[in-house]
């Protein structure tokens, strides 16, 4: 049973590194997205649901752009 659990392991590793690979751009650019939509939403004075508004909005517009770009580089 031990040498199974070696091999799953090894498996799971090399399953998890691929899929790190494949979404690795994409999960930078949401986190990045996020965070320089709370820098700068923190940054403006509104009220709870106006700061939720801008919020949504530069992080989907953050992930807009990067995403443009890296499709741009990739090509």
């Known amino acids: 049973m031990q040498q199974y659990s070696t091999i ?3 498996v799971g590793g090399i399953i998890g590194a691929i899929l790190l ?3 690795f751009n994409w999960a930078l650019i949401v986190v990045s997205s996020f965070i ?9 004075v509104l ?10 909005g530069l992080a989907f517009l953050g ?4 995403a443009a770009s890296f499709r741009r580089s990739s090509v």
């Open 8 to 10: 799953i392991f090894v």
């Open 47 to 56: 009220p709870p649901t106006g700061s939720t508004l801008v919020f949504v």
């Open 36 to 44: 320089g939509a709370y820098l700068v939403q923190s940054a403006i």
């Open 21 to 23: 690979l494949a979404v």
């Open 63 to 66: 992930i807009l752009v990067q």
